[in-house]
């Protein structure tokens, strides 16, 4: 990580992280302040986003956010993220990129390290409700919704409203 990165790093986690969002006071510079460190931080970012308060994100270095995108409140979102435009999301997701490796029997697991790192996608126009978890590799399609809480652990087809655990499809949007 460069080392002017690092300072940017830093400041977000020690004051933007902590400023508040609506309807507290100052929460307008909680997210003026968010979007400009997010804006050093990630790899690639649009004008209009919001990050929420107490949102973690590690390095951030491989993370995209389009443009109109929020990322709710106390998430944890994992380095490798894309996220397109239009994206809505409601407090406390989880995004996860890689997992524990668990194929040996012959040593513990916590120290068999970590599986491959497969990036996750949300395209555009997508709406993931409040403390769902989506697990690594998945894709999102473009127009649907996670239902809340529910554990994506599969590509989630257009226009689909996905819940549950694990997500199943329970409508197609386009159906009237």
């Known amino acids: 990580m460069r080392r002017p990165q690092r300072i940017y790093l830093s400041l977000y986690y020690l004051f933007a992280y902590h400023m508040p969002t609506p309807p507290y006071p100052f929460s307008r510079v909680g997210h003026w302040m968010r979007r400009i ?7 690639y970012t649009r004008n209009d986003f919001i990050i929420g308060a107490k949102v973690c994100f590690g390095t951030g270095v491989n993370i995209e956010i389009g443009d109109r995108s929020n990322i709710g409140r106390g998430s944890w979102i994992a380095h490798d993220t894309i996220i397109g435009n239009d994206v809505m999301m409601g ?4 995004i996860f990129a890689y997992n524990h490796r668990n194929d040996r029997l012959d040593i513990p697991i916590t120290q068999q390290g970590y599986e491959e790192r497969r990036p996750v996608k949300l395209c555009d126009d997508v709406w993931i409700g409040a403390r769902s978890i989506i697990l690594p590799g998945v894709t999102v399609g473009s127009h649907s919704i996670v239902g809340t809480g529910a554990v ?12 549950g655990n694990p997500a199943k499809v329970v409508k197609d949007r386009r159906d009237k």
């Open 91 to 94: 407090p406390e997701i989880m």
């Open 37 to 43: 460190l997010c804006k050093k931080i990630f790899r």
């Open 152 to 163: 994506v652990t599969r590509d989630v087809p257009e226009y689909c409203v996905v819940a």
